[in-house]
């Protein structure tokens, strides 16, 4: 396992379309590994394969209930709304206002490419929309409401 680079707003690859995965190989095992790693070390709750580089439809999301592996995600239902701060580890620093779904169902396959679906609500539902939208090379950026802000987090460490 080994941390992989988050790539940044600007970076080209964040703004591609990414392609679905066919097939469970020792390279994907490994990508989903180091994504996992990749975004625990950045202290995030979602990280997508164009966040690392890779155009690939797959998406890991810790919102501190463990994590989950989306491979091949898709939404089938949503409802209701919240308007909240939302930031993203290829921005870092910086956050805005995002009103997004504040119930979400999806479809997706897991790490040994078994299908599953998943709901969430506020936070989850938050983080699904999110990464989903990185698949499609889009940021929040492009429907934040107002300016972005600079934040700060206390260190994980004290």
């Given at each position: ?10 970076d080209p690859v964040l703004t591609k379309k990414c392609r ?69 580890l290829s921005l870092p620093g910086k956050a805005g206002t ?33 990464e989903l939208d990185h698949l499609d090379g889009h940021m ?19």
């Open positions: 396992m080994a941390l992989r680079t988050i790539r940044i707003q600007g679905e995965i066919t097939e469970m190989t020792p390279k994907i095992k490994e990508l989903i590994d180091d994504m996992l790693d990749t975004m625990y070390e950045a202290n995030g709750v979602g990280l997508a394969g164009p966040q690392v580089g890779v155009l690939k439809r797959i998406v890991v999301i810790d919102i501190g209930e463990g994590p989950v592996v989306m491979i091949n995600p898709v939404i089938l239902e949503k409802s209701g709304e919240q308007t909240g701060d939302e930031g993203c995002v009103t997004r779904p504040n119930y979400v169902k999806a479809h997706a396959f897991d790490e040994n490419m078994e299908e599953y679906e998943i709901e969430g609500t506020e936070l989850m539902a938050r983080a699904i929309c999110h929040y950026t492009e429907i934040v409401e107002g300016p972005l802000h600079d934040v700060t987090y206390d260190d994980p460490e004290e």
